[in-house]
């Protein structure tokens, strides 16, 4: 009888909308935006995505990358070169902490991974709503986007450059991949010859809030003491 009663209570609740989901702002997942998501002047210390070059267990801060100013100042406004400025204006290039005004070179060396990594909290989250919509480029070469470890499909591209064109990248809500808490985010990138690295990534992270505490409104109230009548009358009965 306990449980027939407990889930009768648990119904009256969620009719009450005293177990419900809340929609919540997206989580916004941009290189080279401060928190505002306000793209970073060339040289910023990024603190939200870390980059490892050497042991892929040791990270720091990645960097704004600089753009180069080419002698007709075709790139005044953009962002590096050979098709990386092409970019949308609603994220930057960033690369590793070594990059200093008008040099392309970075510390990546040739034919080595370089990882960069961002975290998001899930905590409370419906995972079944929960998606993530982006668009990203690594140059020189791609070899994966994981997402808590897992390599999201067609994000290998191997020795097929993808500094010029924008590649889209979506996870569908249920997938599967998602963790309630801390998700890591981490994009693996190659070198071709020292220079011109770097990583361009946005996009953002949709999902329901499960609220299990709202503020019952007037009617509410009026409805779940409804509720607690009937369940008071079926435990007479049953005795």
């Given at each position: 009888m306990f449980r027939i009663v407990r889930t009768a209570t648990v119904a009256v609740l969620v009719a009450c909308g005293l177990v419900s989901s809340a929609g919540a702002a997206p989580i916004i997942l941009r290189t080279g935006v401060d928190?505002?998501?306000?793209?970073?002047?060339?040289?910023?210390?990024?603190?939200a995505w870390q980059i490892s070059i050497d042991d892929?267990?040791?990270?720091?801060?990645?960097?704004?990358?600089?753009?180069?100013?080419?002698?007709?100042?075709?790139?005044?406004?953009?962002?590096?070169?050979?098709?990386?400025?092409?970019?949308?204006n609603t994220a930057a290039w960033v690369s590793d902490p070594s990059v200093v005004p008008d040099?392309?070179?970075?510390?990546?060396?040739?034919?080595?991974?370089?990882?960069?990594?961002?975290s998001f909290d899930l905590t409370s989250y419906d995972l079944s709503t929960v998606s993530l919509n982006a668009t990203w480029r690594i140059a020189d070469y791609s070899f994966g986007i994981y997402l808590n470890g897992n390599l999201l499909g067609g994000t290998n591209t191997g020795n097929t450059p993808k500094w010029d064109v924008d590649t889209p990248l979506l996870i569908p809500a249920?997938?599967?991949?998602?963790?309630n808490g801390i998700n890591t985010l981490e994009l693996r990138g190659q070198s071709l010859n020292s220079g011109w690295d770097g990583f361009w990534f946005d996009g953002e992270v949709d999902g329901r809030v499960t609220d299990t505490n709202p503020v019952p409104e007037p009617?509410?109230?009026?409805?779940?003491?409804?509720?607690?009548?009937?369940?008071?009358?079926?435990?007479?009965?049953?005795?």
């Open positions: 928190s505002s998501n306000v793209v970073m002047a060339p040289g910023s210390t990024d603190t892929k267990a040791t990270y720091t801060d990645s960097k704004v990358l600089y753009p180069l100013k080419d002698p007709n100042n075709v790139f005044s406004g953009g962002q590096i070169c050979c098709g990386m400025e092409t970019v949308a040099n392309g070179n970075t510390a990546w060396g040739i034919n080595q991974d370089v990882w960069l990594k961002r249920g997938g599967g991949l998602f963790v009617a509410t109230l009026s409805l779940l003491a409804l509720g607690s009548s009937v369940l008071a009358v079926r435990r007479r009965r049953r005795s």
